[in-house]
Structure formats: structure tokens, C-alpha cells
């Protein structure tokens, strides 16, 4: 059978936080967020107290309980990006540059309120499994299911299916963050 990037093999199982050869240079540690997450954190971070660069890189640390540091490497060029796009402002007065929100990045965290919600609890889960608190086997075994089963779309998602998939996630997920069973209503279209 041909590897296909996404086939999994089932005696593997992966958490999102595991080393993967060729994903980061050099195979240096974990990748912690996923595309865009930093594009949406640093400006939250930023709305929250104007700051430094390196400020930033102890702030997300300090995020996640000093288990994970993101490196310049990757920081910089974020805020590149987000001033570039007018989403935050940099003043290199005193040789380096202080950062602060713009009106437009204010507005930009506005239309983000869900995602960043999201992003708040990918690093919780991300804090856990980084420090080493392991998922027990059958809940590894649910994980692959839930991936199975979300690949088994194969891209056909029509407007009603994403709304009933999303809401039955979201609804997962926030039942597992606070410790109660998911009501049934919970994942179905409104």
C-alpha cells in the first residue's frame, strides 16, 4: 500500500505533541501550536500588556508552566508578519522594539473570541501532555477512532455536516475540560 501523509499506522499513537522528523529543523523538541495559532495568541497577548519580543517568549512559557519555550526563531517573524498586516505596532525606541495593539488587531481579536477559546484549550491539553501526564491506553485508542473517523470525510463536508461535527467537538472537548458527559443536543445542527 502507498504511505499516504495521512495514513496512520495503528500500533503508533500520536497525541500532536510528539517529535516528527522533517516537521521541525532539525527535529528539535515538539510542535506545540498549529498553523496560526501564534498569528492569533501573540496579538491576545499583546492586547493584554504591550511588550517585548522576549517578554512574549516568557509570557507563553509562563503559559504553559515552563514545559515549553517557543524560540525566537519562531516569534520574530510572527511579529513580523502581524505588524506587516496592521494587526500590532512596533516601536524600536531604546533599540528594541516594544509592541502594542493596533484598532485593527483589537477588531481581529473581537472576530476571534471561538478560536481563541480553542487556542486557550489546546494549551492546557498541551501544558498536560508536555509535562508527561499521559492519556491511559483507551483513551489513545478513542483518539485514533475520532481521527479515523474524521478522515473517512475525505473532504465532502457539506455546511450542515460542519456545523453538526464542529458543535459535537466543541461540545466534547469543553465536556472534557470541565468534567461532565456531553449532552446529546450538544452535537447536533441548531
Not at 515549553?68 to 508578519?81: K, Q, R, W
Not at 459535537?168 to 472534557?176: F, H, S
Amino acid at each position: 500500500m502507498r504511505d499516504h501523509p495521512h495514513h496512520r499506522d495503528p500500533g503508533n499513537d500520536h497525541d500532536g505533541f510528539e517529535k516528527r522528523p522533517g516537521r521541525e529543523r532539525g527535529g528539535r523538541g515538539p510542535r506545540v501550536f498549529a498553523p496560526g495559532d501564534l498569528k492569533l495568541l501573540l496579538p491576545s497577548l499583546i492586547a493584554e500588556q504591550p511588550c517585548h519580543g522576549y517578554d512574549l517568549i516568557r509570557r507563553i512559557e509562563s503559559l504553559f508552566e515552563g514545559a515549553y519555550a517557543p524560540s525566537p526563531g519562531v516569534i520574530y517573524p510572527t511579529l513580523t508578519f502581524l505588524e506587516e498586516s496592521e494587526l500590532i505596532s512596533g516601536d524600536a525606541a531604546g533599540g528594541k522594539k516594544r509592541y502594542t495593539i493596533t484598532d485593527a488587531g483589537r477588531f481581529f481579536l473581537n472576530e476571534q473570541t471561538v478560536a481563541l477559546d480553542g487556542l486557550r484549550m489546546r494549551i492546557e491539553v498541551g501544558k498536560r501532555s508536555l509535562r508527561g501526564h499521559d492519556r491511559p491506553p483507551q483513551i489513545h485508542e478513542a483518539v485514533h477512532n475520532l481521527r479515523h473517523a474524521m478522515h473517512m470525510h475525505h473532504g465532502r463536508w457539506t455546511p450542515e455536516e460542519i456545523t453538526r461535527v464542529a458543535n459535537l467537538l466543541n461540545a466534547t472537548a469543553q465536556a472534557i475540560v470541565d468534567g461532565s458527559a456531553v449532552p446529546p443536543e450538544q452535537g447536533k445542527a441548531q
